[in-house]
């Protein structure tokens, strides 16, 4: 599977963006997905996750309430919705696929270990 992410931008604090992930392959539905995001100097930190049948979805407390993660398995992409947007999200944003068509997401899907395949990131930035 290969993940090219898109969507990134500057916008000003307050504002949304909607990133995408397109995924190449037949397989997409057997895969979770995920965002992570990665701030200079920092970690790359877990934002949320969906499952592959887009029903259940998962949250860090940073994001909560204000994404929403979501799929379209039949155009084989993954979005995240980020509305009031604050300095603190800028980062170079993610996208990846974990092997398994488990019902449900939750707290394992935090670890960048489980993920088999990664996407190149595009970048968002948050002004003040």
């Known amino acids: 599977v290969q993940l090219q992410a898109s969507g990134g931008g500057l916008v000003q604090a307050g504002g949304s963006l909607r990133l995408s992930c397109a995924a190449s392959?037949?397989?997409?539905?057997?895969?979770?997905m995920g965002w992570f995001r990665q701030a200079p100097g920092k970690e790359r930190e877990f934002v949320a996750a969906?499952?592959?049948?887009?029903?259940?979805?998962y949250y860090a407390d940073s994001v909560k309430g204000r994404a929403i993660i979501s799929r379209d398995n039949a155009k084989n992409t993954v979005y995240l919705q980020i509305n009031s947007l604050e300095p603190e999200d800028t980062a170079v944003y993610y996208c990846?696929?974990?092997?398994?068509?488990?019902?449900?997401?939750?707290?394992?899907?935090?670890?960048?270990?489980?993920?088999?395949?990664w996407g190149q990131g595009t970048q968002v930035t948050v002004s003040s």
């Open positions: 392959g037949r397989t997409f539905s057997s895969y979770a």
């Open positions: 969906v499952s592959w049948s887009g029903i259940s979805t």
């Open positions: 990846a696929a974990k092997n398994g068509r488990t019902p449900q997401v939750g707290g394992e899907m935090r670890d960048p270990l489980k993920y088999d395949y």
